[in-house]
């Protein structure tokens, strides 16, 4: 059994970080083609310097390229630059898309001194094209200068930049191409800006949340149970996590530059929250605190599987940052799959643990546990189920889509197992709430009654019982044998009446430490 996640995490490597806004390559005479694709909101703004060293002429033209599809341009590399430069009007790149799913510029190419700074040739509207773009993208006139801005456009798409540059057959050149694209919110994509927003929302309810996690233990520090101070931690790290996730994206719309440290800082608190969050998950499933008051052996299986998780998923979010978007090498898959096997054990071995605690619970006869239990695996299921209805939809409305026209809610896709973790926190949250009744789901070292709070009177049989003490009272001390073998009779008959009879009797010891020091006691007295 495998975490539904998992899957969609071997589909979806490659939306886990944002586009930048400032794209910079070099060309030479062995490496003629560069390009940049990028979705982009109305009103963005594009700045393109080209930078040329030699000592001869070379030649320049160029293309802008709008497409429908969105997974025409998200797996593109640079080999595809030549095909698409020849060929605008073509896709190519993927079955399925036609020739009426892109506009395009295209320019003839232009005789320039390749000795500074380069102009790109360009006419209005797009006249030398067949199939422009024509209005979508407009060229603003002025002075160059640093904040001179060469084109906008005038459309929201998904758009592909190529530029080509030729030496003669015995030129050598240099050139540095800066690409810049801003749009009227700052450097992020139409697929990562309500990520931004989204992280900022996610952020303040995790304040919230931890506000008010604060306030319930320290109005009830005196009973507060050792799994509660888990959930605090959770509570923590995923505060903590999106605050960093804020400020990378904040930090990316704003320069539009990638900030390593900050990002694999990030990630690193990420897979903190998402190992701990893991174990939390396994030690209520086992029990902890509840029916058991030690985990004993079992706790440290429990940091090993933790400790493993937490290494592997560090690796894979190093690979991601290091690696190009959109790659889907040899490395990146080896440390996905590994990750992937991992949860599917935690899952297995959470919903074992769980049948196992309820059945002991269902045994003593604990009602109060034994709902306590019962919410907390319907959470587990139904986030499962959730979960997986959502994988179905995305892989059919965005994975296996041909032509993807629905790009803009892209951001869902990541965006969606923030809010279900966070629900299924609360969840937790509201079940393992500190409050006045704490001891009602504290371990105790005896056998748990039906309920915890029962009383004599509660006892169904209490009429009973005090009518047999005044009978057996009243009897005088000369009463017959006879009378006093009955009397057991009945009292053997009502036993078996109303205690139930159990194949495997329950034993009073719960953790396997306590099974040990119980044999060694033994043994010093034999």
């Given at each position: 059994m495998i975490f539904p996640w998992t899957l969609l995490l071997l589909l979806s490597l490659t939306s886990a970080l944002p586009d930048p806004g400032k794209f910079s390559f070099t060309l030479n005479s062995t490496l003629e083609y560069g390009g940049?694709?990028?979705?982009?909101?109305?009103?963005?703004?594009?700045?393109?310097?080209?930078?040329?060293?030699?000592d001869r002429g070379v030649r320049v033209g160029w293309v802008i390229r709008e497409?429908?599809?969105?997974?025409?341009y998200a797996f593109m590399d640079r080999t595809a630059f030549p095909v698409y430069y020849a060929n605008p009007q073509d896709?190519?790149?993927?079955?399925?898309?036609?020739?009426?799913?892109?506009?395009?510029l295209r320019f003839p190419e232009s005789y320039q001194d390749c000795n500074g700074k380069i102009t790109l040739p360009y006419q209005e509207n797009g006249k030398n094209s067949s199939n422009p773009i024509g209005a979508n993208v407009k060229r603003v006139p002025g002075a160059l200068g640093p904040d001179y801005v060469d084109y906008i456009f005038n459309h929201t798409g998904d758009y592909l930049f190529i530029i080509h540059i030729q030496g003669g057959a015995s030129t050598s050149f240099l050139a540095t191409v800066d690409?810049?694209?801003e749009g009227p919110n700052g450097y992020l994509s139409v697929i990562d800006y309500p990520l931004l927003v989204f992280y900022g929302c996610m952020c303040a309810v995790y304040i919230i949340?931890?506000?008010l996690w604060l306030v319930l233990c320290s109005l009830h520090w005196r009973d507060l149970l050792r799994i509660q101070f888990w959930i605090g931690g959770v509570i923590f790290l995923g505060m903590l996590e999106k605050a960093m996730f804020l400020a990378e994206f904040s930090n990316i719309n704003a320069t539009g530059e990638f900030t390593p440290g900050l990002i694999f800082a990030a990630e690193i608190v990420s897979c903190a929250k998402r190992t701990l969050a893991r174990m939390l998950v396994i030690i209520v499933s086992l029990g902890f605190g509840i029916v058991k008051p030690r985990l004993g052996q079992t706790m440290h299986r429990v940091v090993f599987v933790g400790a493993l998780y937490f290494f592997v998923a560090a690796a894979e979010a190093y690979l991601r940052i290091v690696k190009p978007k959109n790659d889907l090498s040899g490395a990146l898959m080896t440390a996905a799959i590994p990750l992937s096997i991992i949860d599917s054990s935690i899952c297995w071995w959470v919903f074992s643990a769980l049948v196992a605690t309820t059945r002991t619970l269902r045994l003593r006869r604990n009602v109060v546990k034994l709902a306590l239990y019962r919410h907390f695996a319907n959470t587990l299921v139904l986030s499962v189920i959730a979960s997986v209805v959502f994988m179905m939809w995305n892989i059919k409305f965005h994975r296996l889509e041909e032509c993807l026209k629905d790009w803009r809610d892209l951001w869902i896709d990541e965006a969606f197992w923030?809010?279900?973790?966070?629900?299924m926190l609360c969840v937790i949250m509201f079940l393992w709430r500190p409050s006045q009744n704490n001891k009602r789901y504290a371990f105790?070292?005896?056998?748990?009654?039906?309920d915890d709070d029962m009383t004599d009177e509660d006892d169904p049989y209490y009429d009973d019982k005090v009518s047999k003490r005044l009978i057996n009272g009243s009897n005088s001390k000369d009463k017959t044998r006879r009378d006093e073998d009955e009397e057991a009779a009945d009292t053997l008959k009502w036993i078996e009446e109303n205690i139930p009879e159990s194949e495997n009797p329950l034993p009073v010891i719960d953790s396997e430490e306590e099974i040990e020091t119980t044999k060694f006691e033994i043994s010093k007295m034999q």
């Open positions: 940049v694709s990028k979705n982009v909101y109305n009103q963005t703004k594009l700045r393109i310097r080209v930078n040329c060293h030699s497409t429908q599809c969105w997974n025409e896709a190519l790149a993927f079955e399925g898309f036609n020739n009426a799913s892109a506009s395009y690409v810049e694209l949340m931890g506000l923030h809010f279900l973790f966070s629900t105790t070292p005896l056998l748990d009654a039906e």
